[in-house]
């Protein structure tokens, strides 16, 4: 029985004591890797002091694959970055950073130059979320106070400047429309003053024609008014007796009417015998010659 108790009170503490052995490896192993770690942070420092970039990249790299939780390689890696102008991949450590730091200092300082990682790439949206994030973590820094203000003063610029682009790119398709209905109502002013000039030109020649054909007819008056004064005139010659001449006894032909009467019937036998010979040449057959 005795031996029992025994037996049972070694079961129940090796039992209650494997938790703490796994503690106290896991605690062993971490501080190797956290030891390790710091190895390579003093590495990569002295890379840095050498102006040895690649290396002192590699060595913090190295770090951080053996201690995850390792804040200050992070924040260190992304000062590295910053003094290099690669604001970006700072940015981006300095984020890390601030993510896994345990105090309240490494939050505030990883978020202070998060902020200014980001005033470098003009992103001040961004800007003054991380600043006021530092300022919770140490609200008496007046450095970060302010950066927040003048990160705040750059957005708001940034702002009215998209604004005012905003409307002058309003204003200017405004204009463009404007100009455009200037230019549309001119053509149509140029087709108006076309058409006009072109019915002006059909009425001018029809004018013209109107006053040739009143022309015409003035003239045809004209012509038949002297035709009319000649007859008239012929008449009262015939009518009227040539001075100095012998008039013929009533009911004789004086020689002129004898030879104008036999003209007459000379013209008219030639009228007749011209007409003959038209119908015989008619009707004579006209011979051919073949093409081949």
């Not at 590699?58 to 804040?71: F, L, M, P, S």
Request: aromatic share 6%.
């Amino acid at each position: 029985m005795r031996f029992l108790r025994v037996s049972l009170c070694l079961f129940f503490g090796l039992v209650l004591g494997l938790p703490v052995l796994a503690q106290q490896q896991s605690d062993k192993e971490k501080e190797k890797a956290q030891k390790e770690a710091r190895q390579f942070m003093q590495e990569a420092d002295v890379a840095l002091g050498e102006n040895n970039f690649p290396e002192a990249e590699a060595a913090y790299r190295k770090a951080i694959a053996k201690d995850a939780e390792n804040a200050d390689a992070r924040y260190n890696m992304g000062n590295m970055y910053y003094t290099r102008e690669n604001a970006p991949q700072a940015a981006q450590r300095f984020k890390q950073a601030a993510e896994v730091a345990d105090t309240k200092t490494a939050r505030h300082k990883a978020n202070h130059n998060l902020g200014n990682a980001y005033m470098k790439q003009k992103m001040y949206q961004e800007a003054v979320d991380a600043y006021k994030d530092a300022l919770r973590n140490d609200p008496t820094d007046d450095e970060t106070r302010y950066n927040l203000a003048l990160a705040k003063k750059m957005l708001e610029q940034e702002q009215e400047n998209q604004e005012d682009n905003q409307d002058g790119g309003d204003d200017e398709n405004e204009d463009q429309e404007n100009q455009d209905q200037e230019n549309q109502d001119q053509n149509q002013d140029q087709e108006n003053q076309e058409q006009e000039n072109q019915d002006g030109e059909g009425d001018n020649e029809g004018d013209q024609d109107q006053q040739d054909q009143d022309q015409e007819e003035q003239e045809g008056d004209q012509d038949e008014q002297e035709q009319q004064d000649g007859q008239g005139d012929q008449q009262e010659e015939e009518q009227q007796p040539e001075q100095g001449q012998p008039q013929p006894a009533q009911g004789q032909l004086s020689p002129e009417q004898i030879q104008s009467l036999l003209e007459a019937m000379n013209n008219e036998e030639r009228k007749v015998q011209d007409k003959v010979n038209a119908e015989k040449q008619k009707g004579a057959k006209v011979q051919s010659e073949k093409d081949w």
